[in-house]
């Protein structure tokens, strides 16, 4: 089939599958679809919008359709994207599985391993959660000394996790574990999958300044992880982890690509604009167009990088690139939601539908500095892996 041939069907399918309540911008948390075992749908349309594109196996285009996949090319895939974007339709399914833990196992799971947990990634059935920091292993993160011992099938596994995103509302989390303690901090690390509905593990939300807040503490008090459940070799954990970060840096900023509310919307929402529909503070309008030509800019680039990466040329010190960029891409744009509200958007709480959603996003959006490697981290492996500079 053409690619001319399957964007004028895509088109022809998403108009007449995708609801109407399903094509308008994200106003709060509850309507971004997350799944896992405990999730409530926040409307009919809600569910059934996922349900069409599980069918199709679009929540996960490029997957292969043995493991819950729409089978796409790249190429596919990337008109599927932009044919979405043509009538605002939101994505059907957002997780952790589908952007970090997914990538991994296609890469380093057994065929055993993927049909065990691919699909259920895809249908939105799992929801996952990543154990990788601790009080004492942040920007050092090998130094973690959560710990596995192998006992027959399993591995009892002791310690603490910090900055786990939802790990309260999650089934299962993949949890870099130290099970080799005769090797080197980078070689003794392990990459684990473990069911968190389990004796064993609990968690415990952090409050942020925003009032609200997707981190936890999780902690591991002699909970299993069982062999089978061991993603690549003992020792492996280390490499996977590098891989998996480049994914995590990507589903850091894609809201720079203007997920959720943007700029426009909000100065339509505050009535900011002309009988015309248009801006009416010429320095706003300014600003929301370099920041709607510098997105451009970001998007190009990242489809480039992505494009080099499937040839085999890696992502790298990219991802460090892009991670820094896209950060300071989303806080300009929730500082630029802010300006575009006025006095609208010091809203905290109220009868307001957003219910003080965009002053809780901005200050959100300054923790997308520091998480997934400080935005000094980003600059550093910048400046000497892609520039060659020396070190100071």
């Not at 409307?43 to 679009?58: A, N």
């Not at 589908?98 to 993927?114: R, Y």
């Not at 947990?117 to 154990?131: D, M, S, T, V």
């Not at 954990?237 to 891989?243: Q, R």
């Amino acid at each position: 089939m053409s690619l001319e041939t399957f964007r004028a069907e895509t088109r022809a399918w998403l108009e007449q599958n995708c609801p109407e309540s399903m094509r308008k911008p994200i106003r709060s948390e509850a309507d971004i679809c997350w799944g896992g075992k405990n999730w409530t749908f926040a409307s009919d349309d809600q569910r059934i919008w996922m349900e069409r594109m599980v069918e199709k196996g679009w929540t996960v285009p490029t997957w292969p359709t043995e493991y819950g996949g729409g089978g796409l090319s790249k190429d596919e895939a990337f008109v599927l994207k932009e044919e979405m974007k043509a009538i605002n339709a939101r994505s059907p399914l957002d997780s952790f599985g589908i952007w970090m833990l997914g990538p991994a196992l296609l890469k380093f799971g057994t065929h055993e391993q993927k049909l065990e947990h691919l699909p259920k990634i895809a249908r939105g059935e799992i929801r996952w959660c990543q154990g990788y920091s601790e009080p004492g292993a942040g920007s050092d993160l090998a130094s973690l000394r959560t710990k596995g011992v192998l006992e027959g099938d399993h591995y009892v596994i002791n310690g603490q996790k910090v900055w786990t995103s939802y790990a309260d509302q999650s089934d299962w989390i993949f949890a870099l574990v130290r099970t080799e303690a005769d090797k080197s901090k980078h070689e003794g690390i392990s990459f684990i999958l473990v069911d968190m509905d389990q004796p064993g593990v609990s968690t415990k939300p952090i409050k942020l300044i925003s009032g609200k807040s997707p981190f936890c503490e999780t902690f591991f008090d002699d909970a299993k992880g069982y062999v089978k459940n061991l993603l690549g070799e003992p020792g492996q954990g280390w490499t996977i982890a590098k891989y998996l970060l480049s994914h995590e840096r990507a589903g850091i900023v894609s809201e720079a690509s203007f997920g959720g509310l943007n700029p426009v919307t909000a100065a339509h929402q505050s009535g900011e604009v002309d009988e015309n529909g248009k801006l009416e503070d010429p320095i706003l309008r300014g600003d929301v167009a370099r920041l709607t030509i510098d997105g451009l800019a970001f998007d190009a680039t990242m489809r480039r990088v992505k494009e080099e990466a499937d040839h085999g040329e890696g992502v790298g010190a990219r991802a460090s690139m892009l991670k820094y960029v896209g950060t300071e891409l989303n806080k300009r744009k929730n500082e630029l939601n802010m300006s575009a509200l006025g006095s609208d958007g010091l809203l905290w709480e109220g009868e307001n539908e957003t219910d003080g959603d965009p002053a809780r996003s901005w200050l959100r959006s300054r923790a997308n500095s520091i998480e997934g490697g400080t935005s000094e981290v980003q600059l550093n492996i910048v400046a000497k892996r892609v520039l060659g500079m020396p070190s100071a």
